[in-house]
């Protein structure tokens, strides 16, 4: 009992720390996956392109971004982007990059990639025989992706990029690993004072249960609300 108490009362403690470390986290969820789906809907028309040129660049970026670890192109974005262009620099110039920003491009870019496969298995999910129903009323390729694919493509793709927003949140617990103090580094910055690790490191996993059902929820309600199948 006496353990327990105190498994509490560091829990108490470290609350409001663990809370500023969450809006962190969803912050830069909300922005990655934002700029993720801009990348990733501009990449999937691209892998859909009757160019073999933009087609081909468009699955090397996604076969590249699939294939490495988002650990590692954190570390790239951080670590060896500024050291590059460091070398390149002029001698006693250093190129730095803030962990919060070098987190949200490392992100967006590794979301885009996801996000590019969803919207292609989207816009191919839609019956063919509308594209050319379209093109045949006199709309071009582009009308008739923008009034009659896009609009059906979109409301399928909610549950997948649904799932996608989920996963990212859960994998930018990694960006503590260059300093963002987002809900994990939260709780190691707090450990490493108090050496209580199992009462901090189970209310952080608490704290992303919690999260991870909310939006789970608020994507099922979205999915009814537009009928999605």
């Known amino acids: 009992m006496e353990i327990l108490n105190l498994y509490l009362t560091h829990l108490m403690k470290a609350a409001p720390a663990l809370l500023r470390g969450a809006l962190i986290t969803i912050e830069i969820t909300a922005m990655s996956v934002f700029f993720g789906t801009l990348i990733g809907l501009v990449v999937g028309l691209g892998r859909l392109s009757p160019s073999k040129l933009l087609s081909r660049l468009a699955a090397v970026y996604v076969d590249v971004i699939r294939g490495t670890p988002l650990l590692v192109q ?27 920003m070098a987190a949200i491009i490392a992100c967006s870019i590794n979301s885009g990639a996801y996000v590019a496969e969803i ?10 025989g509308q594209m050319e129903a379209a093109r045949s009323l006199g709309m071009t390729r582009g009308q008739a992706m923008r009034y009659i694919i896009l609009p059906q493509a979109f409301r399928r793709v909610v549950p997948p990029l649904g799932n996608e927003f989920i996963a990212l949140m859960k994998d930018t617990s990694i960006l503590s690993a260059i300093g963002v103090e987002e809900l994990v580094r939260k709780g190691q910055l707090y450990v490493s004072v108090t050496y209580q690790p199992f009462p901090i490191y189970v209310g952080i996993a608490l704290v992303y249960l919690v999260l991870t059902v909310t939006i789970s929820r608020w994507v099922a309600y979205t999915e009814r609300r537009l009928g999605v199948k």
């Open 119 to 128: 919207f292609r298995a989207g816009i191919q999910s839609v019956e063919k």
């Open 74 to 100: 954190v570390f790239i974005i951080y670590f060896g982007i500024p050291a590059l262009l460091t070398q390149l620099s002029e001698p006693g110039h250093t190129v730095r990059i803030a962990p919060f």
